[in-house]
């Protein structure tokens, strides 16, 4: 099993950037895929990035593709999400995700069914 927490959202302008971090507790981190999910206040959580356990691949939304960079550390145990360019909307609260990785998959696999979760960072960008 095991915990995230999420840090490093906050407030910005439309133009500007953030890098929020999301720290895993456990020994076995770099067995989890991990991803970054949002949801805005009214609409359904969506997927943003993902990257596969080794760091080899990552995997982005057609949204943030070239503005957004996932990356990670296994001897840290963290996972950034470098925001560049941010946008009004991509106000929201961001997600910290993971699911264990026994074997390189299709990129969908990516996307979505992951296992745990963290309790959110805030990102508010305002024009």
């Known amino acids: 099993q095991v915990r995230l927490v999420e840090s490093g959202g906050g407030s910005v302008q439309t133009g500007e950037s953030l890098r929020p971090s999301c720290a895993a507790s456990g020994r076995t981190f770099s067995s989890y895929a991990m991803g970054w999910f949002r949801q805005a206040p009214g609409k359904e959580r969506e997927f943003v990035a993902a990257i596969s356990r080794t760091g080899s691949n990552t995997y982005y939304a057609d949204s943030v593709k070239g503005r957004f960079t996932i990356s990670r550390d296994n001897a840290k145990n963290t996972v950034d999400l470098e925001m560049n360019s941010l946008k009004p909307e991509d106000t929201a609260v961001y997600y910290c995700?993971?699911?264990?990785?026994?074997?390189?998959?299709?990129?969908?696999?990516?996307?979505?069914?992951?296992?745990?979760w963290g309790q959110g960072t805030q990102v508010t960008v305002s024009s």
């Open positions: 995700a993971a699911k264990e990785e026994v074997k390189v998959y299709y990129s969908r696999w990516y996307y979505s069914q992951y296992n745990y």
